[in-house]
């Protein structure tokens, strides 16, 4: 059973930074993703195993880092120049079966285990 615990949402004014956290229980391909209220869930951005290639959703690129420090089994993404239409649960997941070393996933299909989901809040 891989446990994903996310951490660091919370409210802010646009402009504004944050960073969340993603703790695992091992080391996995991950993604973050997003859900706001009525809307599909969302690609936000995706990180291989091995940290060499990322890849992120055309709304946040340019402002969106995602990281990661395999001794810590934790991925980061950091959110500068927050918007309020980044309102929204954030969501870290992990791709657990047979992948490549040097891939992401972008599909939240590829993905097998889901966190419980950080809320982040950007007022005008």
């Known amino acids: 059973q891989v446990q994903l615990v996310e951490s660091g949402g919370g409210r802010v004014q646009a402009g504004d930074s944050l960073r969340l956290s993603c703790a695992a229980s091992?080391?996995?391909?991950m993604g973050w993703f997003r859900q706001a209220p009525g809307k599909e869930r969302e690609f936000v951005a995706a990180i291989s195993w091995s940290d060499i290639r990322t890849d992120y959703g055309d709304s946040v690129k340019g402002r969106f880092t995602i990281s990661r420090d395999n001794a810590k089994n934790t991925v980061y993404l950091q959110m500068n120049s927050l918007k309020p239409e980044d309102t929204a649960v954030y969501y870290c997941a992990a791709h657990t079966t047979y992948y490549s070393t040097s891939r992401y996933y972008s599909g939240a299909d590829e993905y097998d285990y889901w966190g419980q989901g950080t809320r982040v809040t950007v007022s005008s």
């Open positions: 091992s080391k996995y391909p």
